[in-house]
């Protein structure tokens, strides 16, 4: 379950790599290639909600796997694109995947790790939460190192390969899904309890400065900073994975019952007054550098929290996938 969020993730990761590479290939602008990387968390943003109460009765670990085998489906088809438009195309059948990766992948994670206990649940939900980082860094790293034998599309093609036999595993050794998951969805009331909502919008502003900063990080290294493709692409992975650290240090304050809304706050509210630093007309690299691995690393302690908080917030099953 885990690899199958890490594998959506990688797709944030993969075009802000190959963006300095794609953009003058389909003549693409900055802002063209920007909405072609946001275009993955639309469908999150506009029908999440949705998607989960219907992933919850189609059957959640189905639902995981073709998101998966979506998500794989997206890359072929850019690898293949020859020009914006069918690009574009093959970024919204991987907004689809993601969609059904994120509605449904957490929501079995907690069903499968409750048996074992609420501080199971709670760790396996921490584990969970460094997928963006970890899945980011792997994509941004490897599609900058792939895209030096085998080009952007070759790079993409490698990734959807990938995809398939991820989609393959996840068939043969994923979780079976919940008969009575349905149900409990069904029987939810339609709102959500008042923490959980503030959590969840809390967890929406850090993720809208969050995978902007990782997103456009390769592009400015390059254009501005003077960095070449493989260096940037592994500078922004570096910065990516240091939200585990994050994650650690969270881990740390759940084991000591350290104030969690305290934590929350500061983790969520000093990121965007740092990233000033980062994004300039002409950024000084080391302090650039150090400024995204910090934000990051509050990064990973924030979402580390409310990923963990979860299970407890949630008055029932059916809100989780709400």
């Avoid at 890490?6 to 190959?18: I, P």
């Avoid at 943003?45 to 189609?58: E, F, I, K, N, P």
């Avoid at 609420?118 to 790293?141: D, E, I, K, N, Y």
């Amino acid at each position: 379950l885990y690899l199958c969020g890490l594998y959506a993730a990688v797709q944030l990761g993969k075009l802000s790599a190959l963006a300095p590479l794609i953009s003058p290939a389909l003549a693409l602008s900055l802002t063209a290639m920007a909405v072609a990387i946001s275009l993955l968390e639309v469908g999150g943003a506009l029908l999440g909600s949705v998607a989960g109460r219907l992933a919850d009765r189609a059957g959640l670990a189905a639902v995981a796997r073709g998101g998966v085998l979506a998500l794989a489906s997206g890359g072929a088809m850019q690898a293949l694109a020859p020009s914006a438009p069918l690009l574009f195309a093959g970024r919204l059948v991987e907004a689809a995947g993601y969609l059904a990766v994120m509605v449904s992948t957490p929501v079995l994670i907690v069903r499968v790790s409750a048996p074992h206990g609420p501080r199971t649940q709670a760790l396996a939900m921490t584990l969970w939460s460094t997928f963006v980082p970890v899945g980011l860094a792997l994509g941004a790293w490897g599609s900058a190192t792939l895209a030096g034998p085998l080009g952007w599309r070759g790079a993409i093609a490698a990734w959807a390969l990938a995809g398939l036999l991820l989609a393959i595993a996840a068939a043969v050794c994923g979780p079976s899904t919940s008969s009575h998951a349905a149900a409990a969805t069904a029987a939810a009331p339609a709102r959500l309890p008042s923490q959980l909502r503030n959590m969840v919008l809390g967890f929406g502003a850090f993720a809208a400065f969050e995978v902007g900063l990782l997103s456009l990080l390769p592009m400015l290294l390059v254009q501005q900073a003077g960095l070449d493709t493989g260096a940037a692409g592994g500078w922004t992975a570096l910065a990516s994975v240091s939200a585990v650290g994050g994650s650690a240090i969270a881990s740390l304050l759940l084991y000591r019952g350290a104030s969690v809304r305290s934590a929350c706050l500061f983790a969520l509210g000093l990121p965007p007054l740092l990233m000033f630093g980062v994004f300039t007309p002409a950024p000084t690299l080391p302090w650039a550098l150090v400024l995204v691995v910090l934000v990051n690393v509050l990064g990973g302690v924030f979402a580390s929290l409310v990923f963990a908080r979860l299970p407890r917030l949630a008055s029932d099953a059916g809100a989780l996938v709400r």
